[in-house]
């Protein structure tokens, strides 16, 4: 098809949102750009170097020379920082407990977001993140607002946890979940939020089928409407 959108998927950690992109990317064979990666990328390379959140400007300064990149594949999306394959690495408990912080700084959330609205010019595009719908992507001709109880965010993510290495409680798990939604929707540039004209879509009891049809159908109808 010659004629193609963008859509935008926003939500809280855990409502499955990258899950769901990734199969909707693949069923209108689109590209699926999780922006989350970035912000962990950028914050795997400020625990690093020892550069804490409070410090903006030196955030700012060794942002400059990091060159973050997404490539698609196969099974999800690669995250390359200055070379460097990130993909595993970003995904630590270090980094998903301080990536919020780094998430508060105005100046890093305009580089990212510009680099992201690059990635969606030509349309055909999925992305996911917190303010997609919202910022970097408001004309997006599909957009979803995608919620899922606490509990069951934390059951989630409580499985996908491996056998071995960090260990954490479901309790704590979702403690941590809560407070980083919390640092998300409470910060001053462009916080969590349901944009006016997004499609609400409560996960808790539905499957992963179930919300990436309901999500490529909506896809589907401003397909023919607009094509
Ligand atoms: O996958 P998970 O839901 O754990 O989080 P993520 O999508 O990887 O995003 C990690 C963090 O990056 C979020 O908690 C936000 O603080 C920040 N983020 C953001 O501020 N804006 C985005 N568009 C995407 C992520
Ligand atoms: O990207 P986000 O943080 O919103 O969530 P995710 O990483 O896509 O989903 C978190 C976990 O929940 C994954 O292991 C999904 O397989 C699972 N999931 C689910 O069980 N039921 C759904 N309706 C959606 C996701």
Redesign the pocket.
Known sequence: REFRINIAI?G????G??TVARKVAKALSYVYV???????AV?WDMLNLGIEAENEQEVLARMESLEIELIPGEDGQRVRLSGQDVTDDIRSLAV?RT??R???IEGL?AE??SA?RQMALRKGVVM?????GTT?LPDAEVKIFMTATVEERARR?FRELPESGESITLEQLEREIAD??E??RN?EV?P?VCAEDATVLDTTRMTIEEVSDAIVRLAERQLTRQG
């Not at 809280?12 to 409502?15: E, S, T, V």
């Not at 999780?34 to 962990?40: C, E, I, K, V």
């Not at 996911?128 to 997609?132: A, P, Q, S, T």
């Open positions: 926003d809280p950690a855990g409502a949102k990258s999780d922006t989350g990666a970035m912000y962990r914050t998903t990536v919020s780094y998430a508060q959330r990212l977001s992201q996911d993140g917190r303010d997609i970097v993510r980083r939604d640092l998300d910060r462009s969590l």
